[in-house]
């Protein structure tokens, strides 16, 4: 038969849904002047205390939050249905 059955595969649906409504409302909701007081109030703390958080000071310093040019809504799109097709096969391969 395939595929998932119906509580799995309605789950999925509502976890890209959510996906979807999430990066329409950061869309919607984002404020260029609100992210630069943002990024300069989050660099002031990490530059005051970037010994308590090394792990996030490193990576920031390397780009970690740096523009890819990666849409976020296909990415996360892209990660979601690349796991739901693991489940998929997981699925496949108990019942033959």
């Not at 007081?37 to 308590?52: S, V």
């Not at 958080?53 to 490193?58: D, G, I, R």
């Not at 990660?79 to 108990?94: M, P």
Request: no cysteine; proline share 6%; hydrophobic share 40%.
């Amino acid at each position: 038969m395939g595929g998932l059955p119906g509580p799995p595969l309605a789950a999925r649906g509502h976890l890209v849904a959510g996906h979807v409504r999430n990066q329409a409302q950061q869309l919607a909701d984002f404020d260029e002047d609100h992210n630069q007081e943002w990024g300069h109030l989050t660099g002031e703390l990490l530059n005051r205390d970037a010994a308590r958080f090394p792990a996030l000071t490193t990576a920031i310093a390397e780009g970690a939050f740096a523009p890819t040019g990666l849409d976020p809504l296909d990415f996360g799109l892209d990660r979601i249905l690349d796991g739901v097709q693991v489940l998929i096969d997981r699925a496949e391969d108990t019942s033959s």
